[in-house]
Protein backbone atom coordinates (compact mmCIF):
# COMPACT_ATOMS: atom_id res chain seq x y z
CA UNK A 1 0.00 0.00 0.00
CA UNK A 2 2.69 2.29 0.45
CA UNK A 3 4.53 1.67 -2.64
CA UNK A 4 1.42 2.46 -4.64
CA UNK A 5 0.78 6.15 -2.41
CA UNK A 6 4.43 6.99 -2.79
CA UNK A 7 3.97 6.05 -6.69
CA UNK A 8 0.76 8.41 -6.71
CA UNK A 9 2.10 11.29 -5.35
CA UNK A 10 5.06 11.87 -7.50
CA UNK A 11 3.35 10.73 -10.56
CA UNK A 12 -0.51 11.05 -10.47
CA UNK A 13 -2.54 14.82 -11.61
CA UNK A 14 -5.85 12.73 -11.67
CA UNK A 15 -6.33 10.77 -8.95
CA UNK A 16 -9.11 8.54 -9.94
CA UNK A 17 -12.04 7.34 -7.34
CA UNK A 18 -14.64 4.21 -7.90
CA UNK A 19 -14.95 0.47 -7.20
CA UNK A 20 -12.87 -0.02 -10.41
CA UNK A 21 -9.63 1.99 -9.11
CA UNK A 22 -6.95 1.50 -6.49
CA UNK A 23 -8.65 4.66 -4.31
CA UNK A 24 -11.77 3.49 -2.91
CA UNK A 25 -13.08 6.41 -1.29
CA UNK A 26 -13.16 10.52 -1.72
CA UNK A 27 -11.32 10.59 2.00
CA UNK A 28 -8.64 8.74 0.89
CA UNK A 29 -8.25 10.49 -2.56
CA UNK A 30 -7.94 14.23 -0.28
CA UNK A 31 -5.41 12.90 1.84
CA UNK A 32 -3.17 11.48 -1.13
CA UNK A 33 -3.20 14.45 -3.15
CA UNK A 34 -0.89 17.22 -3.45
CA UNK A 35 -2.30 20.63 -4.23
CA UNK A 36 -3.68 21.63 -7.13
CA UNK A 37 -4.46 17.87 -8.58
CA UNK A 38 -7.81 16.80 -9.48
CA UNK A 39 -9.90 14.14 -7.73
CA UNK A 40 -11.89 12.21 -10.27
CA UNK A 41 -15.13 10.75 -8.74
CA UNK A 42 -16.92 7.82 -10.75
CA UNK A 43 -20.17 6.62 -10.35
CA UNK A 44 -21.65 5.12 -7.51
CA UNK A 45 -23.26 5.86 -4.24
CA UNK A 46 -20.83 7.33 -1.30
CA UNK A 47 -21.86 7.82 2.22
CA UNK A 48 -18.39 8.76 3.89
CA UNK A 49 -19.97 11.27 6.27
CA UNK A 50 -18.40 14.32 6.95
CA UNK A 51 -15.96 14.96 3.75
CA UNK A 52 -13.32 17.81 4.38
CA UNK A 53 -11.58 19.43 1.29
CA UNK A 54 -8.61 21.09 3.31
CA UNK A 55 -6.20 21.16 -0.10
CA UNK A 56 -6.43 23.44 -3.22
CA UNK A 57 -8.21 20.29 -5.21
CA UNK A 58 -10.93 20.06 -7.98
CA UNK A 59 -13.19 17.64 -7.17
CA UNK A 60 -14.78 16.39 -10.44
CA UNK A 61 -18.05 13.39 -10.80
CA UNK A 62 -17.75 11.64 -13.42
CA UNK A 63 -21.49 9.78 -14.24
CA UNK A 64 -23.33 12.23 -11.02
CA UNK A 65 -21.88 10.34 -7.91
CA UNK A 66 -23.75 10.61 -5.22
CA UNK A 67 -23.03 12.30 -1.83
CA UNK A 68 -24.77 11.02 0.38
CA UNK A 69 -25.07 12.41 4.39
CA UNK A 70 -27.60 9.65 5.68
CA UNK A 71 -29.37 12.64 7.22
CA UNK A 72 -27.16 12.96 10.03
CA UNK A 73 -23.64 14.41 8.17
CA UNK A 74 -22.62 17.98 6.41
CA UNK A 75 -21.43 16.31 3.48
CA UNK A 76 -18.93 18.42 1.74
CA UNK A 77 -16.83 20.96 3.87
CA UNK A 78 -14.41 23.18 2.10
CA UNK A 79 -12.11 25.09 4.10
CA UNK A 80 -8.89 25.58 1.38
CA UNK A 81 -8.96 28.34 -1.40
CA UNK A 82 -9.33 27.71 -4.96
CA UNK A 83 -11.51 24.21 -4.52
CA UNK A 84 -13.79 23.52 -7.54
CA UNK A 85 -16.44 21.45 -7.07
CA UNK A 86 -18.43 19.79 -10.26
CA UNK A 87 -20.45 16.99 -11.42
CA UNK A 88 -21.70 15.74 -7.61
CA UNK A 89 -25.61 14.95 -6.06
CA UNK A 90 -25.14 15.55 -2.92
CA UNK A 91 -28.25 14.41 -0.73
CA UNK A 92 -29.48 13.98 2.49
CA UNK A 93 -27.36 16.82 4.93
CA UNK A 94 -27.95 16.50 8.57
CA UNK A 95 -30.44 18.93 10.68
CA UNK A 96 -29.01 20.95 13.03
CA UNK A 97 -30.79 24.33 14.31
CA UNK A 98 -27.37 25.82 15.77
CA UNK A 99 -24.56 24.05 13.33
CA UNK A 100 -26.41 24.95 9.94
CA UNK A 101 -25.43 21.58 8.44
CA UNK A 102 -25.38 22.18 4.66
CA UNK A 103 -24.94 19.98 1.53
CA UNK A 104 -21.96 21.94 0.51
CA UNK A 105 -20.04 24.66 2.97
CA UNK A 106 -17.79 26.72 2.62
CA UNK A 107 -15.72 27.89 5.44
CA UNK A 108 -13.69 31.25 5.75
CA UNK A 109 -12.03 30.77 2.48
CA UNK A 110 -11.91 32.19 -0.93
CA UNK A 111 -11.70 31.57 -4.52
CA UNK A 112 -14.36 28.98 -4.37
CA UNK A 113 -16.21 27.37 -7.27
CA UNK A 114 -19.23 25.53 -6.73
CA UNK A 115 -21.07 24.24 -10.10
CA UNK A 116 -23.37 21.93 -12.13
CA UNK A 117 -24.01 19.77 -9.00
CA UNK A 118 -27.82 18.37 -7.72
CA UNK A 119 -28.12 18.86 -4.19
CA UNK A 120 -31.54 17.11 -3.00
CA UNK A 121 -33.01 17.04 -0.02
CA UNK A 122 -30.73 18.80 2.29
CA UNK A 123 -31.10 21.48 5.10
CA UNK A 124 -29.08 24.01 4.10
CA UNK A 125 -27.93 23.75 0.43
CA UNK A 126 -24.97 25.85 -0.51
CA UNK A 127 -23.53 27.71 2.95
CA UNK A 128 -20.81 30.02 2.31
CA UNK A 129 -19.27 31.63 5.47
CA UNK A 130 -17.67 34.67 5.39
CA UNK A 131 -16.50 33.49 1.94
CA UNK A 132 -14.67 35.75 -1.14
CA UNK A 133 -14.45 35.55 -4.19
CA UNK A 134 -16.51 32.53 -4.78
CA UNK A 135 -18.68 31.06 -7.85
CA UNK A 136 -22.01 29.43 -7.12
CA UNK A 137 -23.28 28.45 -10.71
CA UNK A 138 -25.05 25.87 -12.47
CA UNK A 139 -26.50 24.05 -9.41
CA UNK A 140 -29.74 22.45 -9.25
CA UNK A 141 -31.18 22.91 -5.35
CA UNK A 142 -34.21 20.92 -4.20
CA UNK A 143 -35.49 20.47 -0.57
CA UNK A 144 -39.56 19.52 0.32
CA UNK A 145 -40.39 20.82 3.76
CA UNK A 146 -43.77 22.63 4.45
CA UNK A 147 -42.61 24.12 7.84
CA UNK A 148 -39.88 26.88 7.44
CA UNK A 149 -38.45 26.34 10.57
CA UNK A 150 -37.31 22.95 9.34
CA UNK A 151 -35.74 23.85 6.40
CA UNK A 152 -32.90 25.84 5.79
CA UNK A 153 -32.13 28.19 2.84
CA UNK A 154 -31.15 27.10 -0.85
CA UNK A 155 -28.08 29.50 -0.89
CA UNK A 156 -27.03 30.88 2.23
CA UNK A 157 -24.30 33.78 2.46
CA UNK A 158 -23.25 34.90 5.75
CA UNK A 159 -20.21 37.92 6.00
CA UNK A 160 -19.22 37.08 2.38
CA UNK A 161 -17.90 39.28 -0.75
CA UNK A 162 -18.02 39.39 -4.44
CA UNK A 163 -19.48 36.45 -4.60
CA UNK A 164 -21.68 35.61 -8.07
CA UNK A 165 -24.26 33.46 -7.73
CA UNK A 166 -25.53 32.33 -11.26
CA UNK A 167 -27.74 30.40 -13.22
CA UNK A 168 -28.68 28.00 -10.57
CA UNK A 169 -32.56 26.60 -9.89
CA UNK A 170 -34.00 26.85 -6.65
CA UNK A 171 -37.19 25.12 -4.97
CA UNK A 172 -38.61 24.47 -1.82
CA UNK A 173 -36.34 25.82 1.05
CA UNK A 174 -37.21 28.31 3.23
CA UNK A 175 -35.65 31.79 1.24
CA UNK A 176 -33.91 30.24 -1.94
CA UNK A 177 -31.16 32.83 -1.96
CA UNK A 178 -30.27 34.38 1.60
CA UNK A 179 -27.77 37.14 2.33
CA UNK A 180 -26.78 38.58 5.68
CA UNK A 181 -23.72 41.24 5.95
CA UNK A 182 -23.02 40.37 2.07
CA UNK A 183 -21.59 43.20 -0.19
CA UNK A 184 -20.21 43.09 -3.73
CA UNK A 185 -22.36 40.29 -4.70
CA UNK A 186 -23.44 39.48 -8.27
CA UNK A 187 -27.01 37.20 -8.81
CA UNK A 188 -28.06 36.84 -11.72
CA UNK A 189 -29.62 34.46 -14.48
CA UNK A 190 -31.16 31.89 -11.28
CA UNK A 191 -34.59 30.41 -10.95
CA UNK A 192 -36.05 30.60 -7.13
CA UNK A 193 -39.46 28.82 -7.16
CA UNK A 194 -41.97 27.43 -4.74
CA UNK A 195 -39.70 28.27 -1.84
CA UNK A 196 -41.58 28.74 0.97
CA UNK A 197 -40.21 32.66 2.38
CA UNK A 198 -38.51 34.56 0.10
CA UNK A 199 -37.06 33.95 -3.47
CA UNK A 200 -34.43 36.00 -2.50
CA UNK A 201 -33.74 37.84 0.85
CA UNK A 202 -31.25 40.52 1.57
CA UNK A 203 -30.53 41.64 5.42
CA UNK A 204 -27.34 44.58 5.68
CA UNK A 205 -26.11 43.77 2.37
CA UNK A 206 -25.05 46.81 0.70
CA UNK A 207 -23.24 47.41 -2.57
CA UNK A 208 -24.79 44.33 -4.97
CA UNK A 209 -26.90 43.95 -7.94
CA UNK A 210 -29.26 41.32 -9.23
CA UNK A 211 -30.45 40.90 -12.58
CA UNK A 212 -32.08 38.86 -15.47
CA UNK A 213 -33.67 36.20 -12.34
CA UNK A 214 -37.09 34.90 -12.08
CA UNK A 215 -39.21 34.73 -8.59
CA UNK A 216 -42.16 32.26 -8.96
CA UNK A 217 -44.75 31.06 -6.94
CA UNK A 218 -43.05 31.81 -3.50
CA UNK A 219 -44.59 32.72 0.27
CA UNK A 220 -42.78 36.32 -1.10
CA UNK A 221 -40.88 37.42 -4.01
CA UNK A 222 -38.12 39.38 -3.06
CA UNK A 223 -37.40 41.59 0.40
CA UNK A 224 -34.39 43.86 0.64
CA UNK A 225 -33.71 44.90 4.21
CA UNK A 226 -31.86 47.58 6.00
CA UNK A 227 -29.78 47.97 2.79
CA UNK A 228 -28.42 50.77 0.76
CA UNK A 229 -27.04 50.58 -3.16
CA UNK A 230 -28.57 47.55 -4.26
CA UNK A 231 -29.50 47.74 -8.21
CA UNK A 232 -32.35 45.28 -8.65
CA UNK A 233 -32.66 45.12 -12.72
CA UNK A 234 -34.64 42.89 -15.37
CA UNK A 235 -36.10 40.53 -13.21
CA UNK A 236 -39.56 38.94 -13.19
CA UNK A 237 -41.87 38.93 -9.99
CA UNK A 238 -44.56 36.57 -10.75
CA UNK A 239 -47.79 34.35 -9.33
CA UNK A 240 -46.48 35.24 -5.70
CA UNK A 241 -50.14 35.11 -3.94
CA UNK A 242 -51.33 35.31 -0.89
CA UNK A 243 -52.52 37.80 1.88
CA UNK A 244 -49.19 38.96 3.15
CA UNK A 245 -47.04 38.55 -0.49
CA UNK A 246 -45.50 40.71 -2.87
CA UNK A 247 -43.57 40.83 -5.65
CA UNK A 248 -41.09 42.93 -3.79
CA UNK A 249 -41.14 43.93 -0.30
CA UNK A 250 -38.31 47.14 0.23
CA UNK A 251 -38.04 47.68 4.23
CA UNK A 252 -35.86 50.62 5.36
CA UNK A 253 -33.55 50.80 2.14
CA UNK A 254 -31.90 53.49 0.63
CA UNK A 255 -30.16 54.93 -3.13
CA UNK A 256 -31.14 51.77 -4.65
CA UNK A 257 -32.38 51.33 -8.58
CA UNK A 258 -35.04 49.20 -9.77
CA UNK A 259 -35.11 49.10 -13.33
CA UNK A 260 -37.16 46.82 -16.52
CA UNK A 261 -38.43 44.87 -13.99
CA UNK A 262 -41.71 42.82 -14.69
CA UNK A 263 -44.30 42.35 -11.52
CA UNK A 264 -46.84 39.96 -13.08
CA UNK A 265 -49.72 38.10 -11.23
CA UNK A 266 -48.49 38.95 -7.38
CA UNK A 267 -51.11 40.15 -4.21
CA UNK A 268 -48.59 43.49 -4.09
CA UNK A 269 -46.00 44.44 -6.75
CA UNK A 270 -43.68 45.98 -4.82
CA UNK A 271 -44.34 47.24 -0.99
CA UNK A 272 -42.57 50.01 0.18
CA UNK A 273 -41.61 51.06 3.80
CA UNK A 274 -39.30 53.31 4.83
CA UNK A 275 -37.32 54.30 1.68
CA UNK A 276 -35.31 56.72 0.75
CA UNK A 277 -33.87 58.01 -2.33
CA UNK A 278 -35.05 54.41 -4.36
CA UNK A 279 -35.31 54.73 -8.90
CA UNK A 280 -37.98 53.09 -9.96
CA UNK A 281 -38.75 53.01 -13.87
CA UNK A 282 -39.04 51.55 -16.96
CA UNK A 283 -40.83 48.56 -15.10
CA UNK A 284 -44.38 46.52 -16.12
CA UNK A 285 -46.64 45.78 -13.24
CA UNK A 286 -49.47 43.94 -14.94
CA UNK A 287 -52.06 41.81 -13.60
CA UNK A 288 -51.43 42.67 -9.75
CA UNK A 289 -53.76 42.76 -6.95
CA UNK A 290 -51.87 46.47 -5.54
CA UNK A 291 -49.06 47.37 -8.05
CA UNK A 292 -47.56 49.58 -5.87
CA UNK A 293 -47.85 50.77 -2.42
CA UNK A 294 -45.96 53.47 -0.96
CA UNK A 295 -46.35 54.09 2.54
CA UNK A 296 -46.33 56.98 4.91
CA UNK A 297 -42.85 56.55 5.64
CA UNK A 298 -41.31 56.53 2.07
CA UNK A 299 -40.05 60.26 0.36
CA UNK A 300 -37.74 61.38 -2.19
CA UNK A 301 -38.62 58.15 -4.42
CA UNK A 302 -39.18 58.56 -7.84
CA UNK A 303 -41.76 56.44 -10.49
CA UNK A 304 -40.58 57.23 -13.97
CA UNK A 305 -41.87 55.45 -17.14
CA UNK A 306 -43.49 52.77 -15.50
CA UNK A 307 -46.11 50.77 -17.21
CA UNK A 308 -49.52 50.05 -15.00
CA UNK A 309 -51.57 47.47 -17.05
CA UNK A 310 -54.59 45.37 -15.63
CA UNK A 311 -54.17 45.76 -11.93
CA UNK A 312 -57.02 46.25 -9.24
CA UNK A 313 -55.16 49.08 -7.66
CA UNK A 314 -52.33 51.06 -8.83
CA UNK A 315 -51.37 52.35 -6.00
CA UNK A 316 -51.81 52.18 -2.40
CA UNK A 317 -50.62 54.28 0.49
CA UNK A 318 -51.91 54.67 4.29
CA UNK A 319 -50.79 58.29 4.95
CA UNK A 320 -52.02 62.17 3.24
CA UNK A 321 -48.79 63.36 3.50
CA UNK A 322 -47.07 62.52 -0.36
CA UNK A 323 -43.12 63.32 -0.24
CA UNK A 324 -42.43 61.10 -3.63
CA UNK A 325 -42.60 61.83 -7.15
CA UNK A 326 -44.58 59.99 -10.02
CA UNK A 327 -43.78 61.06 -13.43
CA UNK A 328 -44.87 60.48 -17.12
CA UNK A 329 -45.96 56.59 -16.16
CA UNK A 330 -48.44 54.77 -18.31
CA UNK A 331 -51.67 54.32 -16.56
CA UNK A 332 -54.34 52.33 -18.40
CA UNK A 333 -57.12 53.48 -16.21
CA UNK A 334 -56.52 57.09 -17.11
CA UNK A 335 -59.31 58.65 -18.99
CA UNK A 336 -57.81 62.42 -19.70
CA UNK A 337 -57.11 63.50 -23.44
CA UNK A 338 -53.98 64.60 -25.11
CA UNK A 339 -55.39 68.55 -27.07
CA UNK A 340 -51.42 69.26 -27.99
CA UNK A 341 -50.75 65.48 -29.33
CA UNK A 342 -47.46 65.18 -27.30
CA UNK A 343 -48.30 61.86 -25.98
CA UNK A 344 -48.46 63.42 -22.62
CA UNK A 345 -51.68 63.63 -20.91
CA UNK A 346 -53.17 67.39 -20.26
CA UNK A 347 -54.76 66.60 -16.72
CA UNK A 348 -52.92 64.61 -14.20
CA UNK A 349 -53.63 61.28 -13.26
CA UNK A 350 -54.35 60.33 -9.62
CA UNK A 351 -53.60 56.44 -9.17
CA UNK A 352 -55.18 56.16 -5.44
CA UNK A 353 -58.71 55.48 -5.50
CA UNK A 354 -60.83 56.28 -2.61
CA UNK A 355 -61.92 52.45 -2.25
CA UNK A 356 -58.08 51.52 -2.27
CA UNK A 357 -57.49 53.29 0.79
CA UNK A 358 -61.09 51.82 2.40
CA UNK A 359 -59.48 48.43 1.38
CA UNK A 360 -56.16 48.84 2.46
CA UNK A 361 -57.73 49.41 6.17
CA UNK A 362 -60.89 47.41 5.85
CA UNK A 363 -59.64 44.27 3.68
CA UNK A 364 -63.59 42.79 4.77
CA UNK A 365 -64.41 45.82 1.78
CA UNK A 366 -63.62 43.79 -0.80
CA UNK A 367 -66.30 42.00 -1.19
CA UNK A 368 -67.74 45.02 -2.81
CA UNK A 369 -65.49 45.15 -5.64
CA UNK A 370 -66.85 46.32 -8.73
CA UNK A 371 -70.18 47.26 -7.55
CA UNK A 372 -72.24 50.22 -8.48
CA UNK A 373 -71.45 51.93 -4.97
CA UNK A 374 -68.20 52.00 -5.23
CA UNK A 375 -67.70 53.25 -8.84
CA UNK A 376 -69.79 55.92 -7.28
CA UNK A 377 -67.19 56.39 -4.34
CA UNK A 378 -64.02 56.56 -6.60
CA UNK A 379 -65.78 58.72 -9.67
CA UNK A 380 -67.13 61.36 -6.66
CA UNK A 381 -63.61 61.37 -5.28
CA UNK A 382 -62.38 62.32 -8.37
CA UNK A 383 -64.52 65.04 -9.10
CA UNK A 384 -63.72 66.64 -5.76
CA UNK A 385 -61.14 64.68 -3.59
CA UNK A 386 -60.97 64.99 -0.24
CA UNK A 387 -59.82 61.86 1.86
CA UNK A 388 -56.97 60.26 -1.33
CA UNK A 389 -53.86 62.64 -1.27
CA UNK A 390 -53.49 65.44 -2.72
CA UNK A 391 -50.09 65.36 -4.40
CA UNK A 392 -49.96 61.28 -5.03
CA UNK A 393 -50.17 62.17 -8.88
CA UNK A 394 -48.77 62.15 -12.18
CA UNK A 395 -48.53 65.50 -13.80
CA UNK A 396 -47.30 63.95 -16.95
CA UNK A 397 -49.55 60.88 -17.59
CA UNK A 398 -48.30 59.10 -20.73
CA UNK A 399 -50.89 58.08 -23.37
CA UNK A 400 -49.47 55.04 -24.59
CA UNK A 401 -47.42 51.96 -23.33
CA UNK A 402 -43.66 52.98 -22.94
CA UNK A 403 -42.15 49.64 -22.55
CA UNK A 404 -41.66 46.71 -24.63
CA UNK A 405 -45.10 44.79 -24.23
CA UNK A 406 -45.14 41.03 -24.60
CA UNK A 407 -48.03 40.25 -22.14
Sequence with gaps: MFSLISFIRVQAHKLQVGEQYPIKTIKEAIQIANPNDTVQVYSGHYREGNIVVDKSLTLLGIGMPVLDGDHTYEILSVKSPYVVISGFRVQASGHAAMADPAGIKIYNTHHVTIKNNVLEDNFFGIYAQQATQCTISNNILRA?????????????????SELNIQNNRIQGHRDGIYLEFVTHTHIEQNFSRK?????????????NSYMNNTFSNNGAGVAVMYTRHVTMMNNVFKDNWGDASYGLLLKEITD???EGNTFLNNTT???????TR???????????????KIQASCMDNVLERNDFRRNTFDVGTNGSLVLNTLRQNYWDKYEGYDLNKDGIGDV????????AMIAERYPVTMILFRSFMVSLLDRTEKMLP??????????EPALKPLNDDRN
Excluded at 145 to 158: P, V
Excluded at 348 to 355: G, H
Excluded at 386 to 395: G, I, R, Y
Aim: proline share 4%.
Design 144 to 160: YSTQEQLIGNGIHAWKS
Design 195 to 207: NLRYGLHFMFSHN
Design 256 to 258: SRI
Design 269 to 275: GILMEGT
Design 278 to 292: IKVQKNKFLDNGWAV
Design 348 to 355: PYRPVSLY
Design 386 to 395: SLTPENMKDD
